[in-house]
């Protein structure tokens, strides 16, 4: 079932409101000590907006009207023609925006590990992705991984001793046929990460333990020539399918890699560097494959800044978010945001805040895209996210993703891990209401 349709009225912007607020500050809303406008928009009860245009009205669903080009010192500059440089239909970058046929496209919507590998039914994956849609998602990330040594249920790759085979039966890769279907049945483009760091469905450490042995470290999954082989001949196979798919639209070279992996342990010599080289290598050779869709490391956007007291900035997993974004075969950056695992309980809205305001700054440096591609907090969860949302439409970062969908499907309600939103809770009109001013701040 559809979720219905939001619509926000947006006033008309008089002149004077430009100049008393930055375009897309903060105007107005609870807690709001600010001038307060009366042509602001109210885009919830948290927050209110300055928004340029005439009246007009966001819905759910994409609209193909002509795009307003932002014009604020916190978005790109726009061009009046801006040339597709990738073919119709996929998404593409253009300084720090997300660009399709040649009109800004929003990334926004939510994270769904699930949908492909809990053995749904397509009706199933299609409530699932339709209720992300209802929400005025418009991109869903999900795992292009399962590595099993006993095949059950949904995999796609099955380890018989140290040899790898894809599996592309109807439990495997034509079941991820049937989520792209799915996802393109709801409007909906996929960014697909195609190991984990963690152990969940197998991840790096499968590679690791098969080709070189129980109890070696983590972090030789990024330099072991033969292990990296593995994971190219996987990847080879699995984007090989779908090189000319639209409903993709990013690989990822990982679900955030870290030096240490589950088991804790990392040779003394891995850093930052290593994990930067890793991604030169494995991102240049999916470009070398596919040069129809764009690639992002998939990490949590920590910062190499030793001795900084906030440990997502000191720079000891092996991240250097800085470094990374100008790698030249990685078209945007990623940024997860978990202030309650980090040592920020109790200063969740204040630490978060500054988080996406730190990577909006490089954004802006490195000139391409950021999204805060996955964020929770387990409480208060309709207040903070609210905060956060604003926070990403006011400091130009390009999209976000919630972590994490929830659905009810004729299978019951899907997982939640303390994080999950479900279309009947209290985040769906937080979210909806978001994805409606983030795609009016991007005219799309
Ligand atoms: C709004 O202000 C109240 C009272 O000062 C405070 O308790 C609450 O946490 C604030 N909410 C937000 C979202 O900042
Ligand atoms: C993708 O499209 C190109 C150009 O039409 C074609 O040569 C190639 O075989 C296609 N690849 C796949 C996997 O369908
Ligand atoms: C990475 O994986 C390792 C091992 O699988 C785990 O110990 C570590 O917590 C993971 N980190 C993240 C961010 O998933």
Redesign the pocket.
Known sequence: MKLATGVITLAVILPSALAAVPLYGQCGGLNYSGDQDATCTKVNDWYSQCLPGAASSATATPTVSTPTAPTSATTPTATSTIAPTAPNGFVYTSGQKFMLDGKPYTVVGSNSYWVGLTGLSDADMNKAFADIAGAGGTTVRTWGFNEVTSPNGNYYQSWSGSTPTVNSGASGLQNFDRVIRAAKANGIRLIVALT????DYG???VYVRQILGANQP?DLFYTNTNVKNAYKNYIRTFIGRYVNETGILAWELA??P?C?????SATSSCNTVTITNWAKEISAYIKSLDSNHLVALGD?GFYNMPGNPSYPHQGT?GIDFDVNLDISTLDFGTVHSYPNHWGQDGNELTWGTQWILDHAKSQARANKPVILEEFGVTSNQPAVYTQWLSNVVSSGLAGDLIWQAGSRLSVGATHNDGFAVYPDGQVYPVVRSHAAALKSRNGS
């Open positions: 984990n760091n963690w152990s991840g790096m450490d983590h679900n955030e870290r240490r992996g589950s088991s804790g949590e997993e």
